[in-house]
Structures are given as C-alpha cells and as structure tokens.
T-cell receptor, first 115, second 113 residues
Framework: GENVGLHLPTLSVQEGDNSIINCAYS??????FIWYKQESGKGPQFIID?????DKRQGQRVTVLLNKTVKHLSLQIAATQPGDSAVYFC??????????????FGKGTHLIIQP | DAGITQSPRYKITETGRQVTLMCHQT?????MFWYRQDLGHGLRLIYY???????DKGEVPDGYVVSRSKTENFPLTLESATRSQTSVYFC????????????FGQGTRLTVV
C-alpha cells in the first residue's frame, strides 16, 4: 500500500554542523507534509509543515524542502545542538476535502548529535 | 495548565482483560486521535473523532473501542487485551481534520502479559 518511509534510520552529526533528514512518500494525493520531533519518553512535537503547493519553507533553524516530482521530503537543521538529538518523523496528510483523516507517519530517523 | 494529558503513563495487564486508556485535552480542539507506536511501524492511527459523539476507524482499529461523550475526553478501550497490543499509545488533538499541527500527549506504555 501507499506509505511514507525514511532513507536512513540513524544519522550522526557533529554539534554545530548542519543535518539533513530525508523522507520518501508514495501517495501522490498527499497535500500536506509535517515533520515531528520525538524525544525519548515524550510524544511527537510539531516542528514544521509544508503544503504541496510549496517547495520550501523555513522556520527557526529548520527548513523543509518538498520535491513533488520524485516524492521526496527533507528536513534541514542548521547548526545542530545537543537538544536536537531525537527521532524525527515525517508525516503526510491528504487534503481534508479529499478523504483520509489523521496523519500517516514514516518510521522515523534517529538523529544523534556528537559533541 | 492547558494541554493534553494521558493516563496512566504505564500499564501492565493480562491477556483477556479489558483496559481503558484515558486522554484529556483542554484546548477544546474538535479533532482527537489515537495512535499506537511500534518499532518498525512508526505511529499508526487507531481511531479518531471529529467531535463529541462522532468517531471513526483509522488504519488499525481491530480490538479497540473509543467513545467521545465530551469534547475534552477521548478514552481508548481494549476490550480483551492481546499481546500484540503491547505498544506505546499516543493521543493527539487538533483543530484540523487532517491532524496537522496535532498536539500529542506523553504516551501510555501498555504491556500485555
């Protein structure tokens, strides 16, 4: 079936470096993409989202890029800090007017920040 | 404080027993969701609710029952727990039907022995 998946289960970067977390999706009807951060023992926390009519969106130290041609989503984190260590999930959602409710999550990438 | 809270945080139950996981939100969000999180599967939607007395199945609803008599509460009941229902359960609320910008609770770790 259609799903959202991640290329790398674990990503290790040096503190201060930039990190890029990738995500592939297969549902061409998806209209909305979200990145969540989950720290150990906590629930997912919203980071940033992007609609399918955009290809880039920036937040504080984070940028999400969307390539609809190849169905690829990425999360860039600038100048990583120890507090960025977490599991990052991409999630997709179909346009509310179109059907499915709730989010479809990818399996997650564990980002490890090394001092 | 405003937020979304789940209880209990940890629960061990025996196979065949009924167990209810509680979820309470103070934002008056219309939509509430239950997800389970398992290694290798990420988060999967069990049930969701668009408003009080309106609920619908998600991706993996079998073995679960929900109710929403009040907007702020969305309990999830395992009618006869099985070992395959050992998981971490997350409740979320959102103003959006799509679940975007959903706020998640801290999770309930359920072990069925």
């Amino acid at each position: 079936g259609e799903n959202v998946g991640l290329h790398l289960p674990t990503l290790s970067v040096q503190e201060g470096d930039n990190s890029i977390i990738n995500c592939a999706y297969s549902n061409s009807a998806s209209d909305y993409f979200i990145w969540y951060k989950q720290e150990s023992g906590k629930g997912p926390q919203f980071i940033i989202d992007i609609r399918s009519n955009m290809d880039k969106r920036q937040g504080q130290r984070v940028t999400v890029l969307l390539n609809k041609t190849v169905k690829h989503l990425s999360l860039q984190i600038a100048a990583t800090q120890p507090g960025d260590s977490a599991v990052y999930f991409c999630a997709e959602s179909v346009d509310p007017g179109g059907g499915a409710d709730g989010l479809t999550f990818g399996k997650g990438t564990h980002l490890i920040i090394q001092p | 404080d405003a937020g979304i809270t789940q209880s209990p945080r940890y629960k061990i139950t025996e196979t065949g027993r009924q167990v209810t996981l509680m979820c309470h939100q103070t934002w008056s969000h219309s939509y509430m969701f239950w997800y389970r999180q398992d290694l290798g599967h990420g988060l999967r939607l069990i049930y969701y609710s668009a408003a009080a007395d309106i609920t619908d199945k998600g991706e993996v609803p079998d073995g679960y029952v929900v109710s929403r008599s009040k907007t702020e509460n969305f309990p999830l009941t395992l009618e006869s727990a099985t070992r395959s229902q050992t998981s971490v359960y997350f409740c979320a609320s959102s103003e959006s039907r799509s679940g975007s910008e959903a706020f998640f609770g801290q999770g309930t770790r359920l072990t069925v022995v």
